[in-house]
């Protein structure tokens, strides 16, 4: 895609600060990390998010995760590793170009994780699953 900032870095006209790459992804740290060491995987290929990214990349991202959060929580010494997706904007995705975030945590580094948990309403968890599964 032509305005995507992803696709610039793929392409070389943007730099990064390169940590991972194999034929089908790029990985490199974040510029506004949420700690030391947040790193992004992206596909070299231009999907939106995880809908529309092949299971094939979305494997080959993961398997990089896994990959560079070892070398991220032992180099940063953090205590734990989130690795994570934003899809669309209500789940706060900002880039449109699919990435995954891996990102290095410290016991008392003042994050959260998600907040405004509630529980399901009687009948409600069952309803939900019942829906779902039917969309699969």
Not at 65 to 89: F, L, Q, R, Y
């Amino acid at each position: 895609m032509e305005d995507c900032i992803f696709c610039k870095i793929v392409k070389g006209e943007i730099p990064c600060s390169k940590i991972y790459e194999n034929a089908d992804v790029l990985a490199f740290l974040d510029i506004a990390p949420v700690n030391i060491g947040h790193a992004l995987i992206i596909p070299k290929q231009h999907f939106v998010n995880i809908y529309e990214t092949p299971e094939n990349i979305l494997v080959e991202m993961m398997k990089a995760a896994k990959i560079i959060s070892k070398a991220i929580k032992s180099e940063t010494n953090a205590d734990g590793i989130n690795v994570t997706m934003n899809n669309d904007p209500a789940a706060g995705q900002v880039i449109f170009h699919s990435h995954i975030h891996v990102i290095p945590r410290l016991k008392e580094d003042g994050f959260g994780v998600w907040h405004g948990r509630r529980p399901y309403n009687e009948g409600e968890k069952e309803e939900v699953a019942k829906k779902i599964i039917a969309a699969l």
